[in-house]
């Protein structure tokens, strides 16, 4: 960001969510199936819960963005990973009760990655590709509100990561593996 | 929020996502009870009193002082004094010890500190012109930052990541999580 170039909305806005999504991704790097599984307290979520609503979410207003299918569905990710019911093969698991979400079972951190490091290239190409007029279109978030696209990419692909990474953070911690701080 | 209507401009993004993260952090601060806010449960990285204030306060040094070397919001309300917490230090690098015994008022006065910081901070960014935004500032520890790329990451980033924490502790006290 120092260049006048380099502050056009669309291009920080990808920069943001390249950056985001990257450090989703890098909190999930090697972890063990017991890792990315493990339930730290009661009430908390699981390192592959977490990592799989992040990109999910992103997923699902990416696909409102462009008016195309999900990559989640594209690539047919919920029955090839055993989750067919509903709220897995369309939904992003927000609002699922905690017992549930734990229940979670992803095939291997690496597949999860895949899904994250391919989801990330999309968005980031897309939203790199938006000018004014695109960012101000009205779209539909989640429920029935509508929201500008730049706010939609800010909210969910951006803000919706960094605040669900503070706590893979503190969970990572609570597993005794490193945390960035900050 | 910008409607459709009206030029998606890098001031409302940056002035809305800097009022929503603080809307959010002044929520999962107001209802909690002193104890809580000053509890730390196993593993928990910090007490959720210490976090916010920390958040708020950084936000407070970055606008106004390394901006513009005004007075903090902290400092002119003289809520060092009154709350007996360091004059300018914010948090960063404070041993956990030290982090974990700090003491706030209550809830309510953390959270009219947050607001007092949002109330300051959004309509200057709203008048922050594109040279302004483009300008170079000095933000410790980043060193000369461009001031969007300083609100973006000290204010929006920085105070969300924290938000993710609070989340989690919130969790771990039995209190309902804010979503995101």
Do not use: C
């Not at chain 1, 999930?28 to 730290?40: K, N, T």
């Not at chain 1, 939904?91 to 095939?107: D, F, I, K, M, Y």
């Amino acid at each position: 960001m120092k260049t006048e170039a380099t502050l056009s909305t669309s291009g920080m806005l990808a920069r943001a969510t390249g950056r985001a999504l990257g450090e989703t991704l890098a909190a999930i790097d090697g972890l063990s199936a017991e890792q990315l599984h493990a339930v730290v307290h009661p009430r908390a979520n699981t390192l592959g819960w977490i990592a799989w609503h992040v990109f999910r979410t992103a997923d699902l207003i990416g696909g409102r963005l462009s008016g195309e299918p999900e990559l989640w569905a594209r690539r047919g990710y919920a029955a090839a990973w055993g989750l067919p019911s509903e709220s897995w093969a369309d939904g992003n698991g927000s609002g699922q009760p905690t017992e549930v979400a734990q229940a979670l079972r992803v095939p291997s951190a690496e597949a999860l990655a895949e899904y994250g490091r391919e989801l990330r290239a999309e968005l980031t190409a897309a939203v790199g590709a938006l000018d004014e007029a695109e960012l101000a279109r009205p779209i539909r978030g989640f429920g029935d509100r509508e929201l500008p696209a730049g706010d939609a990419v800010h909210a969910f692909f951006v803000l919706h990561t960094i605040r669900h990474q503070g706590e893979l953070n503190v969970t990572r911690t609570l597993l005794d593996l490193p945390a960035p701080g900050y | 929020m910008a409607s459709p209507a009206e030029p998606y401009t890098m001031q409302r993004y940056a002035a809305h996502f800097v009022g929503r993260v603080f809307d959010q952090l002044i929520e999962a601060v107001a209802d909690l009870t002193g104890e809580e806010l000053h509890a730390l449960p196993a593993g928990a990285p910090n007490t959720i009193g210490f976090t916010a204030w920390h958040v708020f306060r950084s936000a407070d040094n970055v606008v106004l002082f390394a901006f513009e070397r005004e007075r903090t919001v902290w400092m002119r309300e003289g809520l060092h004094e009154a709350w007996g917490l360091p004059k300018v230090a914010q948090g960063t690098g404070m041993e956990p010890a030290e982090a974990a015994a700090l003491r706030l008022p209550g809830a309510a006065a953390l959270a009219d500190y947050g607001r007092a910081v949002r109330d300051e901070l959004v309509p200057r960014i709203e008048a922050m012109s594109d040279d302004y935004l483009r300008g170079i500032s000095r933000v410790v520890p980043w060193g000369d930052v461009p001031r969007l790329e300083a609100i973006g990451q000290t204010v929006i980033v920085h105070g969300s990541q924290h938000l993710g924490e609070i989340a989690v502790v919130r969790r771990m006290l039995g209190r309902d999580a804010p979503l995101f």
